[in-house]
């Protein structure tokens, strides 16, 4: 058995901020047979000028693009760094791994591309950084996500399907099938906002509980295009601006009511896709009831809940009970996982999930300036 500590970092679409999760892993290499234990994990609140600079990045000229960059390259490692020493973490950690924060996501057009310079991040760091984990998976033909369904396989085997809440809600079964299933938390925390200015979410889903279901913008969100491709597909959120945005016309309707019809509509959409996903277990669990892991920001959403376990637990389905650190850092700890396995030299992106012509060894490797002997060397191999 082997042991390895490392550092996983995300941003959602969701910009709420940077999730920063310390984990130890235990396992055996060459088998699927993984463990983790969560170390410390915190999330580092993006003020408004950072949230800002994310939300409006992908509409900046060239020079000005890459300055930002470079500067959220430096937010990621001196964060990180400070996340080291506050845990007094120096000498446990032995790799930083980052998914950077998404900007362009076309697979269509080959493009994907998460911000923060990795070799800018390194400076900082004192171990081996890992990023970029998309490009690879999209350059061999994959829509370079979901991700999440790797760690999933190793790390969550009694859980049968596992939903995450964030920004884009999306499934992953038994880490072999995965696919964005819908807009979430984007929708919702806009929403939000324009109910009450400097709100940031809906907590527990009040307002949504007080609002009513508008039937006309519920039938159209039913309706838009994405609904009918099929899997392995992602979401992103320029797609979700141009296409769906537009419905939710805070001039015409009323807030709450809008934020009433979002949540029964990510409701409904998890459910279809939970229940697709019962039936495609139906062979391998005769007679069992698959169980379902829901994490991410939207699974501390009271009301959003309700609505997700009377729409799944009557097909049958048993919602798992969860700890909220791992609601809140699942997806973190999973890079961790996924920038273990790049240093390892094994597969961390699998085309079961993402469509790719094969399974590849994903993510870009960034050496610290000065390299100081590892606890553990065979990561550097």
Request: charged share 20%; glycine share 8%.
């Amino acid at each position: 058995m082997s042991s390895f500590v490392g550092i996983g970092c995300m941003s959602g679409s969701s910009l709420d901020g940077l999730d920063v999760c310390c984990v130890e892993f235990t396992g055996d290499i060459c088998s699927d047979l993984w463990g983790y234990r969560i170390l410390n994990a915190e999330t580092i609140s993006y003020d408004e000028q950072w949230t800002e600079r994310l939300r409006n990045a992908a509409m900046l000229s060239a020079a000005h693009f890459v300055k930002v960059n470079v500067d959220y390259g430096l937010f990621v490692g001196h964060s990180v760094a400070r996340f080291i020493t506050k845990h007094r973490l120096d000498h446990k950690v032995q790799f930083v791994a980052s998914h950077g924060h998404s900007l362009f996501h076309n697979p269509h057009d080959g493009v994907a591309f998460q911000l923060g310079d990795g070799e800018v991040t390194a400076t900082v760091l004192k171990v081996p950084f890992v990023t970029s984990f998309r490009s690879k998976d999209v350059c061999l033909g994959g829509q370079g996500a979901p991700l999440v369904p790797c760690g999933e396989k190793f790390l969550f085997r009694n859980s049968d399907i596992c939903v995450n809440l964030g920004g884009i809600a999306n499934i992953g079964v038994r880490g072999l099938v995965g696919y964005d299933i819908c807009a979430c938390n984007i929708m919702l925390n806009y929403l939000a906002s324009k109910a009450n200015a400097g709100m940031a979410f809906d907590k527990d889903g009040e307002l949504a509980r007080n609002g009513n279901v508008i039937p006309e913008v519920l039938l159209k969100l039913k309706t838009i295009a994405y609904y009918q491709d099929a899997a392995p597909k992602s979401l992103w959120r320029d797609y979700i601006e141009s296409n769906i945005m537009p419905i939710l016309d805070t001039d015409k309707y009323i807030v709450v009511d809008l934020l009433r019809t979002c949540t029964e509509h990510v409701a409904s959409m998890v459910a279809k896709a939970c229940l697709e996903a019962k039936n495609s277990l139906a062979t391998a669990l005769p007679g069992n009831a698959p169980t379902v892991l829901i994490t991410g920001g939207g699974a501390l959403n009271k009301f959003l809940m309700e609505n997700i376990r009377q729409l799944i637990e009557v097909q049958g389905l048993v919602v798992q009970e969860v700890d909220e650190e791992t609601i809140n850092f699942k997806e973190a700890l999973i890079f961790a996982f996924l920038g273990m396995r790049c240093l390892l030299g094994v597969e961390n992106v699998f085309r079961e999930t993402t469509g790719a012509r094969k399974d590849s060894v994903s993510g870009s490797i960034h050496r610290p300036a000065t390299c100081p002997a590892l606890k553990n060397k065979s990561l550097l191999h």
